[in-house]
């Protein structure tokens, strides 16, 4: 048990801390996909040059119908599989020469999706699995067309109008220096998740205390953030469906 003193609340002491930090061991499941998706993009883009069929192979469906770039169907369809996080490793060396719109696009069909590590959590809590599936696949031309509709493309593309360079300043010089300059560029991503996962969970346990300590002033019980919000949000997920 910690010194009383340490930690501002004597309640984060006990719990909140078991809880906060096994978030936080749990989810180096999710960090060990990423670096095997940093891995494979760096072995693909620095050492066998390949990375440009597979976006060709790909993406074919999906830009002959909904007339996008090559980067932002690869984008979208990765993000069927992986999370937001993972998905533009991807386009890694195509970012540079995107637009304001292509980049809107990328992070919008990041968000329309859920990571595969999210699905499996959804398919143990005995969701139907078709039904999950479906939506993944619909989000990738929903998230598109929704991108465009609001973000529409103003500026040339610099992927269609000319052939983009691969990124030759990191070129391996062989399949271990590839792989791991891969883990290296997953490495970042890795470490935000974490520390994001930290602070707002932290912080929302910092509200919470608040919120029960100003209500415990009014004789009040039982009411949190999740309560606030439930009540708030509740006619927006009826109007949902």
Do not use: W
């Not at 040059?49 to 932002?72: D, G, M, P, R, Y």
């Not at 973000?151 to 990191?170: G, H, I, N, Y």
Request: charged residues 15%.
């Amino acid at each position: 048990m910690p010194p009383e003193g340490i930690l501002p609340s004597p309640q984060i002491n006990h719990k909140s801390l078991i809880f906060l930090f096994s978030l936080v061991v749990s989810d180096f499941s999710n960090h060990r996909l990423l670096k095997s998706g940093g891995k494979l993009n760096a072995l693909l883009t620095a050492e066998f040059h390949k990375l440009s069929f597979v976006i060709n192979f790909l993406s074919f469906a999906l830009t002959a119908t909904c007339n996008c770039t090559q980067s932002e169907a690869v984008a979208c369809v990765g993000n069927i599989f992986v999370g937001i996080a993972e998905s533009p490793l991807l386009i890694r060396p195509y970012i540079d020469h995107m637009t304001y719109s292509e980049i809107f696009c990328v992070m919008t069909s990041g968000f329309s999706s859920i990571a595969g590590s999210v699905l499996g959590a959804y398919l143990k809590l005995g969701i139907d699995a078709r039904a999950l599936i479906t939506s993944s696949f619909m989000s990738a031309h929903g998230s598109l067309m929704v991108a465009k509709l609001m973000f529409p493309e103003v500026t040339p593309s610099k992927l269609t109008t000319k052939k983009t360079e691969q990124d030759k300043s990191r070129k391996s010089r062989n399949l271990l220096e590839a792989a791991v300059e891969g883990a290296m560029d997953a490495f970042p991503v890795c470490f935000n998740i974490t520390a994001m996962l930290i602070v707002f969970v932290a912080a929302i346990e910092c509200l919470n205390d608040i919120v029960v300590f100003m209500c415990g002033l009014f004789d009040i019980h039982d009411i949190r953030l999740e309560t606030i919000f439930g009540v708030v949000f509740r006619p927006l997920v009826l109007l949902m469906g």
